[in-house]
Each structure stands twice: as C-alpha cells, then as structure tokens.
C-alpha cells in the first residue's frame, strides 16, 4: 500500500472519514467497535461492528467510543483510529503521517488534549486540530479568507456547530449537543410514549432517514415499524407516518434553530448583512434530513442551501487545510495548554 504522508481526519460521532492528500476520501465507516468482554480483543470496526449493535451476546459488545462530538472512551478511540490509519496508510514503524483532525468548535482544552494524544498513540507523527465549522465551510466550497461573513451550520451525529467565519476566522458560534444521535433518541421516545412500543437505535436511524421529517409535508409518507410492545412484552409492527416524526423530532429541531437565531443575534451588522444575502450553508449528515433548510429559513427569514456532498464536507475541507501547514500552526486552538 502506498505511504500516505498528510491525512486529513473527521472524527464524528457517528462516522469517520479519512482523506489523504492527493486521493481524496478513501475511508467512511461507522464509528463503532466490537469488543469481546473476555479477552478485550477487538472483532470488528465500522460498518461490519455496526451490524452488531443490539444484536450482540452477553460476552460481546459493539460500543461507540465518540459521544457528543468528544472521546467517551479514550483506549477504545485510540485502537479505532490506528485501524483505520493502518487500513488507509498501511502499517509499519516508519509510517507516521501528519494528522489533521477535526473537533467541535466549543472543544475544552481537556477534549482537544484527548484527540491529540489518541491521534499520536494511534500512529501520526505530528496532529493538528480544526474546528468543525471552518472546515465543513472550506469543504462546502466557501472563500473564508475574505471579509465577508458566511454563517455555515455543520449537524453531524454527535454536535450541530453553528459558525458565523470571516477573514478565516471564527467571529461567533455555537456548539449544541443536540444532532443526529438527539433525532434518534426523540424517535425511540415518541414511540414509547405514543405507540407502547420499545424501538432500538438502529430501527429509530431507519425512521428519520426513510420518513424523518421537519417541515410539514404535502403529501404524508409512512413506513411499517417493527418493535416490542411493552404492554404485552411481545414482538409488534405499525404503521408510522411522517407526520408523527415531525412531532416525535420537533423539540431537537426547536433547539438548533434557536440557536441559530441566537448566533444571528450575537453576529456584528456588517457580517449580518453579508449573511442575508449569500445565505446559510447546511453540511454534516443531519442536512439530508427532508425540509431542515426549510425549517431554518422560516424561523430566520435567511435563504438556506445544503451544501453539495454534505456529509463529506468537513473531511474533504481537513484535506484542503493540509495544503497551508503554516496558517494550521498559527490558528489559535493548536495552541498548546500550559499546563498540558
């Protein structure tokens, strides 16, 4: 395999994607892992572990060791990104490629200290870190570095990142643990409190991905849901429609876009004004759910477009930062913390 020198990472909650300089995206996998309790050997990692989530024995777990944007399990993250690292790079001691990591734009100290050392531990020689927003923007295909301002809303799995960026900077923004892994957790709740009927993550993803809604529809879809009714504690199908998943996602959808008029709020006249005419930019997966921009256009009043490849955004914008080391060294969160 050949040796990749520069290598850009989005650590998300729910994927991973890898970009090599050169190549392009070479790897998107679920961020989950397998382990056997027994032995702490690990059997699978990404799409093949994420297979066994709930579906697992008792000596066998398939966990996700990123929550809310931030490691939740240090040694666990760590063995994830050196496969994934070995499985795009190759392996071997001299392979130590420089990592471009990306991290919520609200990280702690204590967070990005964590990255840092599981990137290094994992295999690269030399890690740099990027907030979510400025690179979901350079992937989007946006020119942050004039003065003009572009507010750009990155809703992955974990965290939606909401950043106003001018001059390739971040002016204001908002980090809310509120995204993808919230739409499932509000769907599982709905069915148990409208329906008795006990869903597990995998079941509520396939609802907002097939029938996942946030705007009122024209015409009304549904999809047969399959779950245990907790009544009888026996197997049960029913109908959802699209129109309950508007209600079951409507109160993580009232929290972004809130948040999003706060940031609005808090965002200097001129920039404002640069915002209302090009618009909000949408990336991350959460940008696929059907009438999102919609949703946020009519409690904004400002045009929302879903950036092209969404969901590759922030990894293909890692890659493009790679190409100004310098500007990487000197942008504040690479800073070291002096008491590290």
Partial sequence: MAFANEVGIDLGTANVLVYIKGKGIVLNEPSVVAINRDTDEILAVGEEARQMLGRTPANVIAVRPLRDGVISDYDITERMLKYFIRKTCGSGRFIRPTLMVCVPSGVTEVEKRAVREAAIEAGGKSVYLMEEPIAAAIGAGLDISKPDGVLVIDIGGGTTDIAVISLGGIVTSCSEKVAGDKFDEAIIKYMRRKHNLYIGERTAEELKVNIGTAF??????SMECRGRDLVTGLPKNIDISSDEMLEALDEPLTIICESVHSVLEQTPPELAADIFNSGITLTGGGAYLWGIDKRIEARTGVKVRI?????????????????????LENNPINRRDPYA
């Fill in 307 to 327: 950036a092209e490849e969404a969901k590759s955004c922030v990894a293909i914008g890692t890659g493009e930062a790679l190409n100004n080391i310098k500007a």
């Fill in 216 to 221: 009122k529809r024209e015409e009304d879809i």
